[in-house]
């Protein structure tokens, strides 16, 4: 082996072994101890993901059990968020709530980031032709806010938590699908990504091992924070009535039939939205703060 292939071997390894600590960093949150209001943050995420794993660890009781006697309660020692019109406890129809709600942005965040690097990579990678079709696609979707996209798709194939998870995650395609395109073009130039050609590395091979990961790796960052969005989003489809349809506990189909009796039972309405917007603000901080970090920046 020539001095130039030694050199040019030595400097890929060196670039694959920083790109390796560079996810350790990336996805490495700041002492959580300094920043209460990340602590808080990471404490009330934790949370979630216990109540959506086993929710009977925190409530007992069965959200779907109605007792007319005890219908529009309010907030009390024996019910501690009220009751609803059927007489079901609130606080625990929004602890079984929280599943559907993480299902949902997660299933939906999954679909467009798969979809979105995908065309994003296309784009990034083939021909003229095959960039300006898609872009051109993209910029057409783009124009469209997603909710109101993921209803038209909801439109075309109907109601239903699944529809919407796949709506929801398909109006998030056309993003996800711009920003790894640009880092695509930039990162199939670097250096590396040469010498690697250069070595008669298998094209397939450089993408996966050089390209794809550095490519794709501020997107994931990005996508954490989407996760929240698309929470709201599926929250409001549900609100709207093409989500989980009732009598199924989840948190915007609570606000949907909350609104009815917002005159006397406040608690409805109430629940359910802060649930939601706790849920959004915490799980966007955590994404903002590994986005600062991952750019260097102080938390």
Do not use: C
Not at 89 to 113: E, N, Q
């Amino acid at each position: 082996m020539s001095i130039r292939e030694q050199t040019l071997l030595g400097t890929t390894a060196l670039t694959l072994a920083d790109g390796r600590r560079g996810w350790a960093t990336w996805l490495r949150l700041p002492p959580l101890t300094r920043h209460p209001g990340l602590l808080l943050a990471g404490l009330f995420v934790g949370l979630l993901v216990l109540a959506a794993i086993e929710p009977a660890l925190l409530v007992r009781g069965d959200p779907l059990a109605a007792n007319a006697r005890e219908a529009f309660q309010a907030p009390s020692a024996a019910h501690w968020l009220g009751t609803d019109e059927n007489g079901r406890d609130v606080l625990t129809r929004l602890v079984y709530g929280v599943r559907a709600s993480l299902v949902m942005g997660l299933a939906a965040t999954a679909i467009g980031l798969v979809a979105g690097i995908a065309l994003g990579l296309l784009a990034g990678l083939g021909h003229r032709w095959i960039d300006s079709a898609i872009m051109r696609s993209v910029d057409v979707l783009l124009a469209f806010p997603d909710l109101l996209l993921a209803l038209v798709i909801i439109t075309f194939w109907g109601q239903g938590t699944l529809n919407a998870i796949i709506a929801v995650g398909i109006a998030g395609v056309p993003r996800y699908a711009r920003m790894v395109r640009a880092q695509t073009r930039v990162v199939r130039g670097a250096a590396y990504v040469e010498a690697a050609i250069t070595l008669g590395i298998a094209r397939p091979l450089v993408i996966l091992r050089h390209v794809l990961p550095n490519a794709i790796k501020p997107i994931l960052i990005l996508a954490t924070i989407g996760i929240g969005g698309n929470i709201a989003a599926g929250a409001s489809l549900s609100f709207l009535g093409f989500g989980a349809p009732p009598p199924a506990p989840e948190w915007g189909a609570m606000l949907s039939v909350g609104r009815n009796f917002l005159a006397n039972a406040w608690w409805l309405v109430a629940a359910p939205g802060v649930a939601v917007t706790l849920t959004v603000v915490a799980i966007t901080a955590l994404g903002r703060a590994l986005l600062r970090r991952s750019e260097g920046k102080n938390v």
